[in-house]
Nanobody, 118 residues
Framework: QVQVVESGGGLVQAGGSLRLSCTVSGRFFSINAMGWYRQAPGKLRELVAQFLSGGTADYSDSVKGRFTISRDNAKNTMYLQMNGLEPDDTAVYYC????????????WGQGTQVTVSS
């Protein structure tokens, strides 16, 4: 079984910063993909940032230049540094991972709430 746990959300004023963490644990051979998504009330879940094959980071246009995705492979942990937060960034942020065990499996974390006040 694989566990995906996000942390680091909270309430921040516009212009502030937060750093989210996503830690993967359990039985698997490798992590093949990792990404951050978010879902605001009444909206569909959307991609925020992800690592493409080869390790290149990819960002949605709405966060480019403000958010930075990184990972620590030794800790099976991915981070999302969010600077210059705006009220429109308010959402539940989810971590998605694809791991290789006996086959490839996709897992989602439980989500962490980010609220940006104006």
């Amino acid at each position: 079984q694989v566990q995906v746990v996000e942390s680091g959300g909270g309430l921040v004023q516009a212009g502030g910063s937060l750093r989210l963490s996503c830690t993967v644990s359990g039985r698997f051979f490798s992590i093949n993909a990792m990404g951050w998504y978010r879902q605001a009330p009444g909206k569909l879940r959307e991609l925020v940032a992800q690592f493409l094959s080869g390790g290149t980071a990819d960002y949605s246009d709405s966060v480019k230049g403000r958010f930075t995705i990184s990972r620590d492979n030794a800790k099976n942990t991915m981070y999302l540094q969010m600077n210059g937060l705006e009220p429109d960034d308010t959402a539940v942020y989810y971590c998605k991972v694809i791991v290789r065990a006996t086959a490839q499996y996709q897992y989602w974390g439980q989500g962490t709430q980010v609220t940006v006040s104006s």
